[in-house]
């Protein structure tokens, strides 16, 4: 039950996306969610723990990049 009410928010916010999209005439693109939280989008590295939970930051180890981890994960 839990899930499927998770699942039916991201089905409207999609729908919704896409209305929006469609009346402006832009198009809304897919990304797969896996990873998202975990790769640097400054070099590349893919590391779970760059990303810190409790305070909600993410530290890659590589290059030094920093970032909140929702920031990261959208972006
Ligand atoms: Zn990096």
Same mark, same amino acid.
């Given at each position: *039950?839990?899930?499927?009410?998770? $699942? =039916? $928010? %991201? %089905?409207? /916010?999609?729908? %919704? #996306? *896409?209305? @929006?999209? +469609?009346?402006?005439? $832009?198009? !809304?693109? @897919? !990304?797969?969610?896996? %990873?998202?939280?975990?790769?640097?989008?400054?070099?590349? #590295? !893919?590391?779970?723990?760059?990303?810190?939970?409790?305070?909600? &930051?993410? =530290?890659? &180890? +590589?290059?030094?990049?920093?970032?909140?981890?929702?920031? /990261?994960?959208?972006?």
């Amino acid at each position: *039950m839990r899930n499927s009410h998770r $699942s =039916w $928010s %991201f %089905f409207q /916010l999609e729908s %919704f #996306l *896409m209305y @929006k999209a +469609q009346a402006i005439q $832009s198009a !809304v693109v @897919k !990304v797969s969610p896996a %990873f998202t939280s975990q790769r640097c989008p400054k070099c590349g #590295l !893919v590391e779970k723990t760059n990303r810190h939970h409790d305070t909600h &930051k993410y =530290w890659c &180890k +590589q290059c030094q990049y920093r970032c909140n981890d929702d920031r /990261l994960g959208a972006m």
